[in-house]
Each structure stands twice: as C-alpha cells, then as structure tokens.
C-alpha cells in the first residue's frame, strides 16, 4: 500500500487523540523543506508551535488537524509512502523523517516522508474550511443511508471503480479498498452504474460500509514492506482478511479460479473474474 486510505487515517486520528492530547510542544525540526512549503519557512513553523499545547485532533476527510491552544490548527496530510510516528527522542531517526515534533515531556511525534508529497503547516481556525475544501460522504465519521449512497452513485458516469476512488463522492477510498469492496458486493471494477439494479446497490453500500468498519476494528491493513503502521509502529491486523487486492494468481475465495489482475488507470485493479459481474 502506498497511501493511507480511509480505514488507517481514522486509526492514526484516534492514535494521536491518545497520545498527543495536551502535549506542549518545545522545538520541531524540519529537516526536510518540502513537507513544509506551506508553512512558509522553518523558522515560520517553529514561531508558531513552540510553547503551544495540543488541546483536540480530528479528521476531516483525509486531513488530520492538530487544533492549539494558540486557537490555530497544526494541519497534516499524509503522502505516497508516508507514516506518523510517536517516538522517543533518543530512537534513532527512520530515513525520510521530514518533521520531527518534541514535547516537553514524553517524547516526540515524527513525520516520515520519503516521497516529500505530505504536508505540514499552522492554518488559522478560519483557513482551514479552505484548505479542506469538500469532500464526499465519509463512511468513518456519518451514518449513511442505503438510499443516499445509492443516489449518489446513480448520478454518476463511468466505472465503478473510479467512482468508489473520487474522494468528491466518497471520502479516502482507494485502490486498496475499492477492490475489496467490489469484490464483497460481486460486482466487476468497470460497470456503469446506471445499470446497476436496486439489490446490486444495495450490495455495494452494505460491503463498502461493513468492510470500512471491519478494518478500523481490526486496526487498519498493512500490506508490503513500506505499508502502513500504527503511531506505535504496529502492522494492522486487517492485512491477513484482504480478499483480492495484490492476490492475483491466487485462488479465488469464492470461486475455483484465480483472482485475476488488470490494468486500471496508472495502476492496476485485481478481481474475481467468476463472482464479480
């Protein structure tokens, strides 16, 4: 996995609720000036952290926010291949440690970014609607209803897939999850969905919300050696349940024959070619 989608950006959120909450930062570094370009300058971060008191974090679509006691908001978004991790001062720094946040007392919170495609930086409280923007239904933090879901997908044109990964229609699904979520409701990455019956729908919302709790519950899926962690460091444990994604030449959970892998966009999609219709 090369991103945090969904399920492991809403562990991180509830992590750092844990750990950081009412922390006061004393220094961050910022070795790495790409991660921070929105901040201005490092000695620009640093002027507005330094002294401050982490007092929430929430989630709001894929962004985690840091609210201060300074009433601004520490924003994070995680890149390509990157991590947050609550550190020791004294552990040794992982390569593409891009911000490193030290508390004044029980250790620090890294940011790792070998990509350099994250970001970090101090918003006001009135700034942060504009960088966030709008973002589709989120399936972690709302009750959707069956009906909702299945009128907005009706809206829509083009591949199922696509749809499922638009972070305007649903919020930080991506290539990981869609193919799970097709491959539970049995439907193929590139139908349409105005050809989609009212059973097939209703397949589609209840695998989508069931399989996005399911790996929250069982702490987020790590997958390849660069997959995501926990703050802590731990592998999820939602890995071993993944039916398709990345399984291609496998057999089939549900069907005698292999999952079958096909090109997609710049990457790939990976499904059930007995099963899914």
Request: hydrophobic share 40%; glycine share 10%.
């Amino acid at each position: 996995m090369t991103m945090a989608e969904l399920p492991e950006l809403e562990i991180l959120r509830r992590d750092l609720d844990r750990e950081v909450v009412g922390k006061k930062i004393k220094t961050v570094e910022a070795p790495s000036a790409a991660t921070i370009k929105r901040a201005g300058s490092k000695k620009a971060l640093l002027a507005r952290l330094e002294g401050t008191k982490i007092d929430s974090v929430e989630r709001r679509g894929t962004w985690l926010l840091l609210g201060l006691d300074s009433d601004e908001v520490l924003m994070i978004r995680l890149g390509e291949r990157a991590a947050l991790r609550r550190n020791q001062n004294k552990d040794a720094a992982e390569k593409g440690t891009a911000v490193t946040i030290t508390f004044t007392q029980h250790g620090q919170l890294r940011l790792v970014d070998p990509a350099k495609v994250s970001e970090l930086f101090v918003a006001t409280a009135e700034e942060v609607g504009e960088v966030v923007g709008t973002f589709g239904l989120d399936l972690a933090a709302e009750p959707v209803s069956w009906t909702k879901f299945g009128e907005m997908v009706l809206r829509q044109t083009g591949k199922l897939k696509s749809i499922l990964m638009d972070p305007q229609i649903l919020v930080g699904i991506g290539p990981v999850y869609s193919d799970e979520i097709l491959f539970e409701a049995g439907l193929r990455y590139d139908r349409a969905p105005e050809r989609l019956s009212t059973q097939e729908i209703r397949r589609l919302y209840r695998a989508a919300v069931e399989i996005v709790h399911d790996s929250i519950k069982h702490g987020g899926a790590t997958i390849g050696e660069d997959g995501f962690r926990t703050l802590s460091g731990e592998p999820g444990g939602y890995g071993p349940m993944i039916n398709v994604y990345g399984r291609d030449g496998e057999m089939s959970p549900r069907a005698r024959g292999p999952i079958v892998k096909a090109k997609f966009g710049s990457g790939y999609t990976y499904y059930c070619e007995q099963t899914q219709v």
